[in-house]
């Protein structure tokens, strides 16, 4: 009698675990400190202590990542708040209209893509030409690319891996032999 | 007597050399305030050579947002041209940014976007420099003029070292990517995960190496996507050869696993079509008629064939349709792999141009499928050789120019051929009593719904092929035997020769 009472705790508790595991791999992954907040200005010091401030975090929310994207796009971010950066890439069509998802938010690889795809204005193969820049499709170009690694929509970025794939985008934009040292 | 004139005035020529460095050196020793316009670069004090100890790093370009700190813990600056840096110096920049420093008298480094970099170590012991660059993040271009000092330089990144020594480089080590070493010119020392490759040659060109590779070769290997099924990827034999697999319907596909062409569909050619349509100098077909996947396998003994015969067949070099084996070291050649059809289908081995002369064994193996009769061909030089196997007793030895039989699912049936052909062996061994050569495909040998699927096919357009194609039924996914390890089916027996396993 008592050995089945053990089984019958040993095999709820296990159940519960794996409720509460399944539930929370669900969910999406927050960003409990802002670097946008912490470094919000437009100077040379504020962007670059934005950046390598950001390189040390573990996940990239969508706040900071939004902030980094139009640093990177025009130099600045002149909004004020999450509110706004995501008015503006939306009104410049790089962000979907339907997205709504908090500032704290760690920023998925597939949203960023689809941002992405829209800064370099790449059109992408056959399949992103019939379903368009989604997030799967913008990915998988990206990943084609070389400018983001090998990895499904639904993952999330650290600071480090924001920093580097911003620097990737550079690459695109700027003959990378304009940056070596002249002979 | 010129001779003696020079050496009148060597010794003045070396004492003026020799003072005026002495100048330049003493000159240069005494620090300069950071934006001294004396401070030029290239040509100024930052290419003149430095004293022993801590060298001066000078801020030649800056490019951006470019920031630069004294040492941990110090307050960032703006970066500036001709600002002077020091040993613990730490530099950082932005998007779209890079900023370059020298090293008098020969060393320039530049950092590229969103990096981070500390000079760790740049001094000078008489004619040694040791210079270390900690890079956290980012891409660090690093170029060394070995103007006659010994240099003791590397690049140090959280998870790869690159070591230089006169030369051009550049190291790029950002998550989420892996590190890569590339050499512009000379050689470089990439180490990554405790092992270290060398990146460049001595005045090589180009080269670039990834971390976890072997070197700049497998790298440009692993970089290299040459499209199987692209013409210019084939040689000129494959090409035709594929494009006759295509005109008589069969569909081109590619198999990344086994690494070779695939063929579905389609039909074998017929006997009077064979000779024309023969690739190499030594041909060894295999077609077949069933709805099956037959794989051709070819051995070889190299040597005189009848010694080889008589010493036992002692395998050499071995070509199978895929899985690494489609080449051999002799030139002999698969260029594709035939998976069959309702209209059976066809492989072949060929070597251009010279080929060995030996013993070879040819084999059919049944990978899936139906029963299904096959004929086996092999010609050298144009003309059809003999082929030995048992005969359905399987004792009595026997010969004929085209063999005929019937394969079982899962069985295979191998013959041998020297090459060239052994009078002795021709003279002795009977021929095969269904015939020299036996029957072997033409449009009667397929069933009349097939022949009339042929016939629709042989009296319309190229395009109007592909409906034979289309109807091929997939057949089930199959391990092929070779994936697993290679068979070989010409082993030595103790008779000698064993065709028949």
């Known amino acids: ?71 990177d796009v025009d130099g600045h971010d002149r909004s004020a708040n999450y509110a706004q950066r995501v008015a503006t890439l939306k009104s410049r069509g790089m962000l979907n209209a339907s997205f709504d998802e908090p500032a704290d938010t760690a920023i998925e690889r597939g949203t960023l893509a689809t941002v992405v795809v829209k800064v370099l204005g790449i059109r992408g193969g056959w399949a992103m030409l019939v379903f368009g820049d989604t997030p799967r499709y913008a990915l998988r170009e990206l990943v084609y690319l070389g400018i983001f690694p090998p990895s499904s929509p639904q993952q999330t970025f650290s600071g480090a891996e924001f920093v580097g794939v911003i620097g990737k985008i550079d690459d695109s934009q700027i003959s990378v032999a304009a940056n070596v040292p002249s002979r | ?57 000078y801020i030649t370009s800056v490019n951006g947002l470019v920031q630069v700190r004294d040492g941990e813990g110090q307050p960032w600056r703006a970066a500036a041209v001709q600002m002077l840096i020091s040993q613990g110096a730490e530099l950082r920049t932005g998007p779209h940014s890079s900023v370059t420093c020298v090293i008098p008298p020969d060393q320039t480094f530049t950092l590229d976007r969103l990096g981070t970099v500390r000079v760790e170590q740049a001094a000078r012991n008489g004619n040694k420099i040791t210079t270390d660059l900690i890079m956290k993040y980012g891409r660090t271009h690093y170029d060394i003029q070995a103007a006659g000092l010994e240099h003791e330089a590397s690049i140090i990144s959280p998870s790869s070292t690159l070591a230089v020594r006169g030369t051009t480089v550049s190291l790029f080590d950002q998550p989420p990517f892996m590190p890569e070493a590339i050499s512009f010119t000379g050689r470089a020392a990439f180490t990554y995960n405790r ?35 692209y013409a210019p990827s084939l040689s000129s034999a494959d090409q035709a050869l594929l494009a006759s697999e295509v005109a008589r319907g069969a569909v081109l596909s590619y198999d990344p696993v086994a690494n070779i062409p695939v063929v579905s569909g389609g039909r074998p050619q017929f006997d009077s079509e064979l000779p024309a349509g023969l690739p190499g100098s030594l041909d060894l077909v295999l077609r077949w008629t069933g709805n099956a996947d037959l794989a051709l396998e070819v051995g070889l003994d190299k040597g005189d064939p009848l010694t080889n015969i008589l010493n036992g067949f002692q395998q050499g070099e071995f070509l199978y349709p895929g899985y690494g084996y489609q080449n051999s070291p002799s030139g002999g050649h698969i260029p594709y792999a035939d998976v069959g059809g309702p209209t059976g289908g066809e492989e072949i081995a060929y070597w251009s141009g010279a080929f060995p002369t030996g013993l070879y064994g040819i084999a059919a193996q049944s990978i899936s499928g139906a029963a299904t009769s096959f004929t086996f061909d092999v010609y050298a030089n144009g003309s059809l050789v003999n082929e030995y196997y048992f005969a359905s007793d399987g004792v009595t030895l026997i010969k004929s120019t085209q063999v005929t039989r019937t394969l079982q699912p899962g069985q295979n049936f191998a013959a041998l051929v020297p090459v060239p052909a052994v009078p002795l062996l021709e003279g002795v061994v009977g021929d095969d009593p269904a015939g020299n050569p036996n029957p072997g495909i033409n449009a009667g040998s397929f069933n009349a719904n097939i022949q009339t699927a042929l016939a629709s096919i042989a009296g319309s357009s190229q395009t109007s092929a592909r409906p034979a194609a289309q109807t091929v039924t997939a057949a089930p996914p199959v391990i092929h035997p070779i994936a697993a390890a290679p068979v070989a089916h010409f082993l030595p027996t103790k008779n000698g020769i064993r065709v028949n396993r």
């Not at chain 1, 999406?28 to 934005?50: E, M, Y």
């Open chain 1, 1 to 71: 009698m008592l050995r089945i009472r053990k089984h019958t705790v040993a095999a709820f508790v296990a159940g519960a675990c794996a409720l509460a595991a399944l539930s929370a791999g669900c969910q999406s992954a927050h960003v409990a400190h802002s670097v946008v907040a912490k470094f919000p200005g437009d100077d040379a010091d504020a962007q670059l202590s934005f950046w390598h401030e950001l390189a040390n975090h573990h996940l990239t929310s969508n706040d900071d990542a939004f902030h980094g994207i139009l640093l």
């Open chain 2, 1 to 57: 007597m010129k001779g003696e004139v020079y050496m009148r005035y060597l010794p003045l020529a070396i004492s003026f050399v020799f003072v005026a460095c002495l100048c330049l050196t003493t000159a240069y020793a005494a620090d300069a305030p950071l934006a001294a316009p004396a401070v030029a670069a290239p040509s100024g004090p930052t290419s003149q050579p430095q004293s022993n100890g801590s060298m001066k790093i």
């Open chain 2, 195 to 229: 092992a270290t490759v060398s990146v460049g040659r001595k005045n090589g060109a180009f080269a670039k190496a990834l971390a976890g590779t072997s070197g700049a070769a497998e790298t440009a290997l692993n970089q290299t996507v040459v499209d199987p099924r």
